[in-house]
């Protein structure tokens, strides 16, 4: 019954593959995210759609590429991996507008 | 443990004692502050917020106080358990942006000894 649900939990790939991580929200928001968490547990967003459209895009390397086939879905797919990709990647959602945003539990991206 | 080598702020406290983490924000155009427990290998869970029109609020075991003049916010945790023991992170939301843009705070690690 997750409200904001992340796959894969754990991804761990080589330098320079491309890969893409799946969130989901059932709590029927407007509003999704993409967050970074550094290893100092810095945590800063990337990404906001709105009713699948891109409304926030932060300073993040075009190889981050969201998609949003609907309201309740926001995907991301990274290109050519690099080490410095290593982190956990959250997702969330909010009504438009509003607050507080709901996170998913992450998925830790790890580049060998 | 997942601590070491963080180098975040920590507060440690015994069992039954009240807790205050303290936050200082940087935009004082800010409208909307947001307190955050985030628990190992879990995401950011929400516990309180506050507007700011507003200069205290209270949940259950938890008040928010937010200083403008300063631009500072804390949270206040009553009767702390080990349950809490997690990071919190404060975040602001810069005024005139409806799209919730959250700009998150360094986080503070609660370690609260039985």
């Known amino acids: 019954d997750t409200a904001v649900s992340q796959t894969p939990k754990y991804l761990v790939t080589q330098m320079g593959n491309d890969k893409s991580i799946k969130c989901e929200q059932n709590?029927?928001?407007?509003?999704m995210y993409w967050y970074k968490q550094d290893s100092k547990k810095f945590l800063k967003i990337m990404f906001s759609?709105?009713?699948?459209?891109?409304?926030i895009n932060e300073t993040v390397p075009n190889r981050f590429s969201p998609k949003s086939p609907d309201k309740a879905h926001l995907n991301l797919h990274i290109n050519s991996l690099e080490l410095g990709d290593s982190a956990v990647y959250f997702c969330?959602?909010?009504?438009?507008?509003?607050?507080?945003?709901?996170f998913g539990d992450g998925t830790r991206l790890s580049i060998l | 443990g997942e601590s070491v080598g963080l180098h975040l702020p920590t507060l440690s406290v015994q069992e039954g004692d009240n807790s205050i983490i303290n936050c200082a924000y940087s935009?004082?155009?800010?409208?909307?502050f947001i307190w955050y427990k985030q628990e190992s290998g879990k995401g950011p869970q929400f516990i309180i917020d506050?507007?700011?029109?507003?200069d205290k609020r209270q949940g259950q075991r938890v008040t928010v106080l937010l200083n403008k003049t300063v631009k500072h916010l804390s949270l206040q945790i009553a009767a702390t358990q080990p349950g809490d023991s997690a990071v919190y992170f404060c975040?602001?939301?810069?005024?005139?942006?409806?799209?919730?843009?959250?700009?998150f705070g360094q986080g503070t690690i609660l370690t609260v000894h039985p």
């Open positions: 506050i507007r700011s029109n507003m």
């Open positions: 975040a602001e939301r810069l005024g005139g942006t409806s799209y919730g843009k959250l700009t």
């Open positions: 759609y709105n009713n699948k459209e891109l409304i």
């Open positions: 969330a959602s909010s009504q438009v507008g509003g607050q507080p945003q709901h």
């Open positions: 935009n004082s155009a800010s409208d909307y």
């Open positions: 709590l029927g928001h407007d509003t």
